[in-house]
Every structure is written in structure tokens, then in C-alpha cells.
């Protein structure tokens, strides 16, 4: 009699404690949906500016009617099919590569797209003929984002020279910091190019405008995450406690009673910029805000942004240039078209003359301009081939070129690269 009393009170136990354990689930999943629309309803998730008004996405029905005159062709699935990329994945030694190949995109060893016909043993062919070759560096505008393999920039310098090799180590996301990293890295497999051509401009910009810390410290946060997981970068050794709390962060309610606890963080954070020790979660927040934020912090502070890109390129080329001596390459520095100032760019809204976005760039471009054709800054200006030929069917989305604008922009390049050569002489 006792033990029935004894089960029939544990019994009752054990539904009020699933009831109560039932409802404080339900009511932190309610708090957790309520947390989630609080924030998107502040762009806590969001880039500043909206940028997607900004901009006329190429998979969108606009975007694709444009690609549509931009390759002369209504084959939808194929225009589909080009703007799909093999985007990045993890390097064991630099900050990240080329994904694997997928159709009208081969990437092959060392992260090069290859032209039709190659395969890795013609590559490796090339690579073992020293000083038969130009290496070309630069992010996805190189690289050939949105065309197929024989329409990248790369590919057009191949059919304009004869004489020489070019070699496609562009990388989607990849600035000149990255650039230069992997050219030492190839320097040191004792790979030895003829010449090395650096295509930069872009994403400089918002590499630098998107970090607090040093120039030569910057980060490119496409780097710090791909296919590695937040956890052990940001918490550090992966014990039960730091797990822990990478699972409470993963949570919106964490978000928002931070937000009331430590109050709305400024949208100008700006700080004289710091050295690169990373002590945690702060830094990564920090680094984060500044990716996301980047426009509000820099709006006011164009021509810091400006100083810190020129002071860097001046740096990097002096440095190539002493490498380039040692290990008996010439360098070459190219300052490339920049689709966002372009006008008339159909990928372009009509609300994007009036964003921060164009400020910035306006305000960098305008500085870096000056400083080549003052002779203090020794790249090549091709900043306005495309602009100077015709917009139009240049562009397959707001930033890459069309075959039509890398082959104008591949003339440009050769023109330019030999008047630089023959100076030298």
C-alpha cells in the first residue's frame, strides 16, 4: 500500500516536472522567435545601407534579362550556370583557395582556372618551364567571376601575347595582402615566374575599410570562417566551458540582453587602428561590426581609408619590387576598372548615386588616381578602359566584368604593361 502511495506521488512528481520543463522550453523558443524579429526589425542581421536596394542581383528576373544582352543568348540555364562559382574553401597554409571545378569553371593545381584544354599536367608543365610565364594575382574580377574560362581577363591577355604564358591565380575575395602571400608561397616551392602582375583595386577597399587593426594586419574575414566553424576561433581551446558558451551565443536572446545590458553599441566605432592580437570575443565582434558597419564607420573618414590603401600599395610594391630583383621576375602593378563607379552600369538602382558606398569609393579612387599620374604611386592605371570604351555589356553583375569589358580591359593591361618595359629599358 505504502509503495503505491510512494510511486503514485513520484508519478504526479514527474508530470508537473514535464509540464513545467515543457512550458519553459516553449516559452524560451517564443523568447528566442521574439529575440530574432527584435533584431532583424534594428538590421542587427543586416548591412548597413540596404544594400541589397543598392544593387541588381544577376539571378534575379532583372539580372537575368541584362545577362541576357550582356551574352547575346536566351539560354537561361546556361546564364544560370555561369553565375554559380566554385566560390572559396580552407588552405593548410594560406588564408583560403579556390573551390574544386564546376561546370565553365576549372580550377586546377595551385588554385589556377585553367583555359580550355589544359589539364594538370600541362599546368605542371608550364609551371616546371622557368621564366616561360606571368603569374597574374587578383580577387574574383581576375579570377573571372560570372564568365566562363575563356572569357576571364586572364584568358584575353593568353590570345593578345603570344610570346607569353599567363597564369590565372585570381581567387574570389582575395586582396593584395593575400595576393603577395601567395606569391611568396609559390616563390618558395621554387616556382620562378618570367613576370607577376598584381590586378587590385576593389577589394582593397573594403578589406581595409571592414578592419580595425594595422594595414598590414588586415584580415579578410572570408578567411577566418570558411568551412572552420565560429567555435574555435573565437573561443579559444574547445573545452565544456568554451562550447558552452558558443552554444549560449548561438541564441538571439543572448543578443538582445547584451544589447540591454551593455546598451546599443555606436555605429561609429572608430578607433585609431590596432595591432593584430586577438584575445576573443571582443575582437571577433568587433571585427565583425566593422564588415557589416563599414559604410557608417568610413563616411566621414574617406580620405583616412584612402591614406591607409595608398600607404599600403606603396609598401607592397616596394617589397615585390625587392623580390622581384632577388628572384628575377618583373612586377607589374594594374589599377583595374571598378564597376560601382561607373555610370550607366545597369547593375547598378537608381538609389546607388546617393549611398555611402559610392562616397567611399569615389573618394579612395579619386586619391589613388592622383597619386599614379603624380609618379608617387607605381601601378598602372586601367581604371578607365571600360568606362572609356562603353559601359554597356561590360558588367555581368555590379563588380565583374563580361568577356566584352575583360578583353577591353586585357588590351588596356598589354598597352600599358609594354610602354612600362620599354621605359625600363
Not at 536566351?74 to 593548410?92: C, F, K, V
Not at 593545381?109 to 597574374?136: A, M
Not at 603577395?180 to 620562378?192: H, Q, T, V
Request: aromatic share 12%; hydrophobic share 40%; with cysteine.
Amino acid at each position: 500500500m505504502q509503495a503505491s502511495v510512494i510511486v503514485k506521488k513520484l508519478s504526479k512528481y514527474i508530470k508537473d516536472a514535464w509540464i513545467i520543463i515543457s512550458i519553459s522550453i516553449l516559452l524560451f523558443l517564443l523568447l528566442n522567435v521574439g529575440a530574432h524579429y527584435y533584431l532583424d526589425q534594428y538590421k542587427y542581421y543586416r548591412f548597413p545601407d540596404d544594400g541589397a536596394s543598392l544593387f541588381v542581383s544577376s539571378h534575379s528576373n532583372q539580372g537575368m534579362e541584362i545577362l541576357k544582352g550582356v551574352f547575346n543568348s536566351d539560354d537561361e540555364a546556361l546564364l544560370e550556370a555561369y553565375t554559380r562559382t566554385p566560390g572559396i574553401r580552407p588552405h593548410s597554409v594560406l588564408h583560403f583557395t579556390a573551390g574544386a571545378s564546376i561546370p565553365y569553371y576549372t580550377v586546377g593545381i595551385e588554385g589556377i582556372r585553367y583555359l580550355s584544354g589544359w589539364s594538370d599536367e600541362t599546368v605542371r608543365d608550364l609551371l616546371s618551364q622557368k621564366e616561360q610565364h606571368v603569374f597574374v594575382f587578383g580577387g574574383s574580377t581576375t579570377f573571372g567571376h560570372g564568365v566562363p574560362d575563356d572569357d576571364t581577363v586572364v584568358a584575353y591577355l593568353n590570345r593578345l601575347d603570344s610570346d607569353n604564358t599567363y597564369l590565372n591565380f585570381g581567387i574570389q575575395a582575395y586582396d593584395s595582402i593575400r595576393e603577395i602571400d601567395k606569391l611568396l608561397y609559390l616563390l618558395r616551392k621554387g616556382l620562378r615566374p618570367k613576370q607577376v602582375m598584381f590586378i587590385d583595386g576593389l577589394n582593397d577597399v573594403t578589406t581595409f575599410a571592414r578592419s580595425p587593426y594595422e594595414i598590414h594586419d588586415t584580415p579578410r574575414a572570408q578567411g577566418l570562417v570558411v568551412d572552420r566553424g565560429e567555435v574555435p576561433l573565437i573561443y579559444g581551446y574547445p573545452t565544456v566551458q568554451n562550447m558552452l558558451h558558443g552554444l549560449a551565443y548561438s541564441f538571439p536572446i543572448t543578443h538582445v540582453i547584451k544589447k540591454w545590458i551593455e546598451g546599443q553599441r555606436s555605429l561609429d566605432p572608430y578607433h585609431e587602428r590596432k595591432s593584430a592580437n586577438i584575445h576573443g570575443m571582443e575582437d571577433w565582434q568587433e571585427l565583425m561590426l566593422y564588415h557589416t558597419k563599414w559604410p557608417s564607420i568610413y563616411i566621414n573618414r574617406a580620405d583616412d581609408l584612402a591614406e591607409d590603401v595608398v600607404q599600403y600599395y606603396k609598401e607592397a610594391i616596394a617589397f615585390v619590387s625587392i623580390l622581384g630583383k632577388a628572384f628575377g621576375f618583373a612586377p607589374h602593378f594594374i589599377y583595374q576598372p571598378i564597376g560601382l563607379l561607373e555610370s550607366n552600369q545597369a547593375f547598378l538602382t537608381e538609389k546607388f548615386p546617393e549611398s555611402d558606398y559610392l562616397a567611399i569609393y569615389r573618394a579612395v579612387d579619386a586619391r589613388i588616381r592622383d597619386e599614379i599620374k603624380s609618379g608617387g604611386l607605381l601601378m598602372l592605371d586601367c581604371s578607365r578602359s571600360i568606362s572609356d570604351y562603353g559601359v554597356e555589356n561590360s558588367y555581368v553583375d555590379a563588380t565583374h566584368y563580361s568577356p566584352e569589358g575583360n578583353s577591353v580591359f586585357a588590351k588596356c593591361i598589354i598597352d600599358k604593361t609594354d610602354k612600362e618595359v620599354l621605359s625600363a629599358r
